[in-house]
């Protein structure tokens, strides 16, 4: 039980914004947020991650809902670099990091 | 940063035969590893969390005799398959868990395992 859900694919074009969304309904109030993302035949590589505020890196920003149920990783201008397939995890008390499906992104010159 | 360093990258073996990988933690002592197994074009399934010191914690469906997991010392832990078959081929990945939740997940590259 990976406790997220996620669409399975989504599409960009280059150089425009991306919001990959995420639910995680059954989240408890100790849980963080990470992303994660995985090219084909590697490790998955960290993205982002958080727990109630919204969090900006240089890969991404996470936009967390207020009752932490959903959440967003924004691309904010999608390079071909960019495509990849993108995990959600919740963080779970006793660092159970289970993975969901994903969200395969593809982008679009 | 922290580094996670996984061994072999890729390994082609027999069927029957044993192999073994390693997952290694540079710069920082991991307590627990995660071991995740891959089929093409699907998701991390977690097989199994080593701990440092004491028997591993097995998922549901993962046979333990099958997948032989040894977490020796505070930087090490390793995955022997024993007794390959083509179905074992698949990609295994390995990672160290946050020292808290807060903080984020390392992995290593992974090992390509193709059985014949």
């Known amino acids: 039980d990976a406790k997220t859900t996620q669409p399975n694919s989504m599409e960009s074009n280059e150089e425009e914004p991306v919001h990959l969304p995420c639910n995680h309904s059954?989240?408890?109030?100790?849980?963080?947020i990470h992303w994660y993302r995985q090219l084909p035949s590697q490790g998955p590589e960290y993205v982002i991650h958080?727990?109630?505020s919204n969090v900006n890196n240089r890969m991404a920003s996470l936009a967390i809902a207020e009752d932490r149920k959903s959440s967003t990783l924004i691309l904010h201008r999608a390079t071909l670099r960019d495509a990849a397939v993108y995990y959600c995890?919740?963080?779970?008390?006793?660092?159970?990091?289970?993975f969901g499906a994903g969200t395969r992104l593809t982008v679009k010159p | 940063g922290a580094v996670v360093s996984q061994h072999p990258s890729r390994v082609i073996c027999k069927s029957g035969t044993s192999v073994k990988i390693e997952c290694r933690s540079l710069?920082?002592?991991?307590?627990?590893m995660f071991w995740y197994r891959q089929f093409p074009k699907q998701s991390l399934m977690l097989m199994a969390t080593?701990?440092?010191?004491?028997?591993?914690?097995?998922e549901q469906g993962v046979e333990k005799d099958k997948f032989l997991i040894n977490h020796a010392s505070l930087t090490l832990s390793t995955l022997t398959v024993t007794s390959a078959h083509p179905e074992d081929s698949s990609f295994y990945i390995c990672?160290?868990?946050?020292?808290?939740?807060?903080?984020?997940?390392?992995f290593g590259s992974g090992t390509q395992l193709s059985v014949l």
């Open positions: 710069d920082f002592q991991a307590t627990t």
């Open positions: 990672s160290a868990p946050p020292r808290g939740f807060d903080e984020k997940l390392f």
């Open positions: 995890i919740r963080g779970s008390y006793n660092n159970d990091m289970r």
């Open positions: 958080g727990l109630t």
């Open positions: 059954t989240i408890s109030g100790t849980d963080y």
């Open positions: 080593s701990n440092e010191g004491s028997k591993a914690t097995y």
